[in-house]
């Protein structure tokens, strides 16, 4: 079993729709969730981190933290073209350690 | 610019040399850690660093890399004798403390290495 689990994709959706990318995570003791968005050729970016259940809403972007699901999410809004690019679920024990990285989900916003 | 900065960003070698991988963190950033994505693959650790002392090495590959963070300068990824199979891009990451709850980590643009 991975120890953070995505769906490589690619999820295809058209302008303006709600993308919602998922990602499970195997140890428990995990406390920081982060989602990083990468463009081809490029260096990840940060665009969300989430730490307590619930939801965090930050613009278009809403990250979900389920501990005892052991599940994150993230939805996208509005979706742009801008926004097509490989979307990275990481997470971390805590502060000081080293994050594991999902194999990332592509998302391609059609026009 | 307040950023991740490192150099070079592409760097090519011939099998059997030494590649050299500069990182300055981010202003007032004392974490630096290192990642290797290798093409095709998830982005993986390596190493953590702060001034002077190695914190976590439990990625690195047992022979030929090495890792430094000096109390002056920037941190130095170190890949003695490379091999084909170490071509990948090296990102390096900062993130300004290790407190419980932050651990947000920001990438530079990353060294993109090719051995011929």
């Known amino acids: 079993q991975k120890e953070v689990e995505q769906n490589s994709g690619p999820l295809s959706v058209p302008e303006g729709a709600i993308a919602s990318l998922n990602c499970t995570y195997s140890d428990r003791g995990s406390q920081s969730f982060f989602w990083y968005r990468q463009y081809s050729g490029k260096s990840p970016e940060l665009i969300m981190s989430i730490y307590s259940n619930g939801d965090k809403e930050d613009g278009r972007f809403t990250a979900q933290l389920n501990k005892a699901s052991q599940y994150v999410s993230l939805l996208i809004r509005d979706s742009q073209p801008s926004d097509s690019a490989t979307y990275l679920c990481?997470?971390?024990?805590?502060?000081?350690?080293?994050?594991?990285f999902g194999t990332g989900t592509q998302l391609k916003v059609e026009l | 610019n307040a950023g991740v900065m490192q150099n070079p960003r592409h760097l090519v070698r011939r099998r059997g040399q030494e590649a050299r991988l500069r990182c300055s963190p981010m202003k007032g950033h004392s974490h630096v850690y290192w990642y290797r994505q290798l093409p095709e693959e998830g982005l993986k650790f390596m190493v953590y660093?702060?001034?002077?002392?190695?914190?976590?090495e439990s990625g690195m590959p047992k022979e030929r890399f090495s890792a430094e963070f000096p109390k002056e300068g920037p941190s130095i990824l170190r890949i003695q004798q490379v091999v084909r199979g170490d071509s990948a891009a090296y990102f390096c990451a900062s993130s300004p403390f290790a407190g419980r709850d932050y651990n947000e980590q920001f990438f530079g643009p990353g060294t993109r290495l090719t051995v011929l």
């Open positions: 660093l702060q001034k002077e002392n190695i914190i976590d």
């Open positions: 990481a997470v971390s024990a805590g502060g000081g350690n080293k994050l594991t």
